[in-house]
């Protein structure tokens, strides 16, 4: 995890993930293999122009490099694991997919992020329990409950799926 500097408009100062904005280049590149299965649930609850299962995981591929200079391992299984849309009325708003993907076997500096670019500050490897008491977005804290379930072992019916996209908000599992 890393924080956002104290004067970004968006979340400053809050701990968060590494990620961001698809990219228009993201549609043609290059992503990791995504199981049918992921894709599937990638693509669920989208409408017809919604991006690719693949340019979703180019972009996740990308930011996670740019803002850790790190690369998983090119067989390292990517595992989607939870999507938010923020409500109506936000400053910001965002359709957001995170992912799960194995640390081990990840190429670049995993102890000095040497490579990361400058967008998040005090990257570093945490414990659940010490990440959730950060400052932290409040989807942050429910995918964190959602990994830290994962981990345990805990089975997973089906994507957790925060949808704000209409007039009432929706909490739904992506089969």
Not at 66 to 87: K, N, Q, V, Y
Not at 93 to 122: C, I, M, N
Request: net charge negative.
């Amino acid at each position: 995890m890393g924080q956002r500097g104290a004067a970004a408009v968006f979340m400053p100062s809050k701990y968060v993930f590494p990620g961001g904005r698809l990219d228009a280049a993201d549609a043609t590149g290059a992503a990791p293999a995504l199981d049918a299965r992921c894709a599937a649930r990638l693509a669920a609850h989208c409408p017809p122009d919604a991006p690719q299962p693949t340019a979703l995981a180019a972009a996740a591929l990308r930011e996670l490099a740019e803002e850790t200079g790190l690369t998983p391992a090119s067989d390292a299984r990517w595992r989607f694991i939870f999507r938010a849309i923020t409500p109506p009325g936000r400053t910001r708003r965002f359709d957001a997919r995170f992912f799960l993907v194995p640390a081990l076997g990840a190429s670049g500096d995993s102890e000095t992020f040497a490579g990361a670019e400058d967008e998040l500050s005090h990257l570093h490897w945490i414990g659940l329990t010490e990440a959730r008491a950060l400052d932290l977005p409040f989807i942050t804290e429910v995918v964190l409950a959602e990994v830290q379930a994962l981990l345990a072992g805990t089975d997973q019916p089906g994507v957790p799926f925060f949808d704000n996209s209409g007039p009432v908000p929706t909490f739904r599992r992506i089969p």
